[in-house]
């Protein structure tokens, strides 16, 4: 129990009008004090979680299913082998990018979703908030990496934090971008089949793991989050397919920023709103079922962070009025097929990749790898990043070449069966952006995969009897690497 874990008395009494009957406001704020549960959610796009299960064993690392989602445990790890000067996030499995650090509960909007929206195979999905990409790299690889997800992020300081996680996890399927959410019901509108709202909101919810969350805490900026959350709701709806699904979360308990948000939406456009009942998303759900079928997660009830969630179907058109739009010349290219066949035969010969799927752009020397249902919206929305940047090209005639990049070999490496399989030492020297020394390279020349414990984590070049190093410098860590 922590003390010094702010409540304000005006948000404990206002908790108190609002709390079922079957809570009390004492166990409300006993949990608000108690230290976070922390949780993983297995990336299912690098492997599967009865392997992942061998990996937390030898590692000792104690995980405990999340109900909700089949990829997500909670985790106690042993402190003889982690502690602050080591932290999780350091480790080999989360900088391959094996699992992402996510809270049990921000886990629920994801599956809420799927549970409502089955036919993703070809999908074009929305995360109207995207940053920091828990829900996007959840998403992503729930669907496998096919179709696409629109990751978009309001915040441009967000943005690259949001790349950095997409790249660390595999994926491919996603194109960002960076506007307040509220244009997509004019910019895009009747347009995407699935969307994720995780509203910003005030945050009454993180207090766990972020003891000053409330020190600002204030109803009238609540009521003024309210306001904006309600146009991103409808702005949203807009751009929903008729007989789509949107899930709208937040990480927040107040019934303005959720309950009422919904309800708006509802008497806005009555005759196009359907709320989806939640109860059976897993098994005690209806410990937190609202009248509405929408889950409001006190912190108490599963020991978790407190969380709304709300599933709404879109059940007959609306009007959006469409925005006058003025975008810049598109600077891609389709690559034409003798460069690419050039460049898969490259792929091919250099690392016996061959199973590429999406369609490959080019900006000058570069080749991009772009989702397929992205080519309708190219001359529809500016895009801060597309797909994956895959290769350069580099010289001319005879001295010509390509240059892999790190994407290339976060998201198909492990197609590769000529990767350099690296030692501990081995594997902490590559982080720390050196170059490996003393290795057998299998008598292998040029551009090199690196794995390690059979995981695929860089790209190399191979030079006689050392390994250059390729990964880009604002990944490498120098100190606190949790590597065994």
């Known amino acids: 129990m922590d003390s010094n874990?702010?409540?304000?008395?005006a948000f404990i009494d206002k908790m108190s009008t609002i709390l079922p009957d079957n809570l009390n406001i004492d166990?409300?704020?006993?949990?608000?004090?108690?230290?976070?549960?922390?949780?993983?959610?297995?990336?299912?796009?690098?492997?599967?979680?009865?392997d992942f299960h061998v990996i937390a064993n030898r590692k000792n690392w104690q995980l405990t299913p999340v109900p909700w989602c089949k990829e997500g445990f909670w985790i106690e790890i042993d402190n003889a082998t982690e502690n602050e000067t080591s932290p999780l996030g350091n480790s080999a499995e989360h900088l391959a990018g094996l699992f992402y650090i996510q809270e049990a509960s921000s886990?629920?909007?994801?599956?809420?979703?799927?549970?409502?929206?089955?036919?993703?195979?070809?999908?074009?999905?929305?995360?109207?908030?995207?940053?920091?990409?828990?829900?996007?790299?959840?998403?992503?690889?729930?669907?496998?990496?096919?179709?696409?997800?629109?990751?978009?992020e309001y915040s441009s300081s967000r943005i690259k934090m949001l790349h950095a996680n997409i790249q660390r996890c595999g994926i491919k399927?996603?194109?960002?971008?960076?506007?307040?959410?509220?244009?997509?019901?004019?910019?895009?509108?009747?347009?995407?089949?699935?969307?994720?709202?995780?509203?910003p909101c005030s945050g009454e919810g993180t207090v766990r793991k972020d003891k000053q969350a409330m020190k600002n805490w204030d109803q009238a900026a609540i009521e003024s989050i309210s306001t904006?959350?309600?146009?991103?709701?409808?702005?949203?709806?807009?751009?929903?397919?008729?007989?789509?699904?949107?899930?709208?979360?937040?990480?927040?308990?107040?019934?303005?920023e959720n309950q009422e948000v919904c309800l708006h939406l509802k008497k806005t456009y009555p005759d196009s709103v359907e709320f989806l009942s939640l109860n059976d998303l897993f098994?005690?759900?209806?410990?937190?079922?609202?009248?509405?079928?929408?889950?409001?997660?006190?912190?108490?009830?599963?020991d978790t962070e407190g969380f709304f969630v709300a599933a709404i179907k879109k059940t007959d058109e609306i009007e959006s009025e469409q925005a006058q739009k003025r975008l810049r010349k598109f600077p891609f290219e389709p690559t034409k097929e003798v460069a690419k066949n050039s460049l898969y035969q490259y792929f091919d010969e250099q690392f016996s990749?061959?199973?590429?799927?999406?369609?490959?752009?080019?900006?000058?020397?570069?080749?991009?790898?772009?989702?397929?249902n992205i080519v309708?919206?190219?001359?529809?929305?500016?895009?801060?990043?597309?797909?994956?940047?895959?290769?350069?090209?580099f010289g001319k005639g005879r001295k010509s070449g390509f240059k892999c990049t790190h994407e290339f070999a976060t998201c198909f490496g492990q197609q590769s069966p000529l990767a350099i399989e690296l030692l501990a030492h081995q594997a902490i020297e590559y982080y720390q952006g050196r170059d490996i020394h003393d290795i057998d390279t299998n008598n292998s020349k040029g551009e090199v995969m690196l794995s390690y414990r059979g995981h695929v984590i860089g790209l190399g070049k191979s030079l006689d009897n050392r390994v250059k190093n390729s990964l880009p410098r604002d990944l490498i860590i120098d100190k606190n690497l949790f590597v065994e």
């Open 228 to 256: 904006i959350q309600k146009t991103l709701i409808e702005s949203a709806f807009k751009a929903l397919k008729t007989g789509g699904v949107m899930v709208y979360s937040t990480c927040t308990l107040s019934l303005e």
């Open 27 to 50: 166990e409300l704020v006993a949990a608000c004090r108690r230290p976070l549960r922390r949780a993983i959610r297995v990336n299912t796009l690098k492997i599967n979680i009865e």
């Open 283 to 302: 098994k005690d759900a209806d410990k937190t079922l609202t009248a509405e079928g929408f889950l409001h997660i006190w912190p108490q009830v599963y």
């Open 353 to 372: 990749i061959t199973a590429l799927t999406g369609v490959l752009y080019q900006r000058d020397d570069e080749f991009w790898l772009f989702p397929e």
């Open 376 to 393: 309708p919206l190219i001359d529809e929305l500016r895009f801060s990043r597309l797909g994956i940047k895959i290769a350069e090209k």
């Open 173 to 199: 399927n996603v194109a960002l971008s960076h506007f307040d959410a509220a244009v997509f019901g004019q910019w895009l509108p009747n347009t995407f089949d699935a969307i994720l709202l995780d509203a």
């Open 5 to 9: 874990t702010f409540i304000p008395q």
């Open 107 to 152: 886990m629920m909007p994801v599956s809420a979703l799927l549970h409502h929206f089955q036919e993703t195979d070809n999908a074009t999905l929305l995360d109207a908030a995207a940053a920091p990409g828990s829900k996007t790299t959840q998403l992503a690889a729930a669907i496998n990496n096919q179709g696409l997800i629109i990751a978009n």
